[in-house]
Nanobody
Framework: QVQLVESGGGLVQPGGSLRLSCAAS????????MRWYRQAPGKERELVAG????????NYADSVKGRFTISRDNAKKTVYLQMNSLKPEDTAMYYC?????????????WGQGTQVTVSS
């Protein structure tokens, strides 16, 4: 039912910036836990950042704190991940994630992913 469409990935040099977008086909994005995950070849999928609640409380993986910012445009039903000071270690497929709130058993949805490559 819920569709998540990511965009904004690409090839960037170390130290560069990208902004990822995740458009969600939901009625009210504030009712969902929204997250960005990433997965590099041969590695576990890891949580990068999340945002939740009407106040938009955000959290980040230690590896991206100070460099990445997650934000949400409620009117556009879109979550963003602003990535600055990119490093080669940030190279991965980035996935948008949404989970329902206020339910005993949450429904979880994934986007198709967008590739981020940081290389000279």
């Amino acid at each position: 039912q819920v569709q998540l469409v990511e965009s904004g990935g690409g090839l960037v040099q170390p130290g560069g910036s990208l902004r990822l977008s995740c458009a969600a086909s939901v009625f009210n994005i504030e009712n969902y836990v929204m997250r960005w995950y990433r997965q590099a070849p041969g590695k576990e999928r890891e949580l990068v950042a999340g945002i939740i609640g009407t106040g938009g409380i955000a959290n980040y993986a230690d590896s991206v704190k100070g460099r990445f910012t997650i934000s949400r445009d409620n009117a556009k039903k879109t979550v963003y991940l602003q990535m600055n000071s990119l490093k080669p270690e940030d190279t991965a497929m980035y996935y948008c994630y949404a989970a329902t709130t206020g339910h005993m058993y949450p429904y979880i949805y994934w986007g198709q992913g967008t590739q981020v490559t940081v290389s000279s």
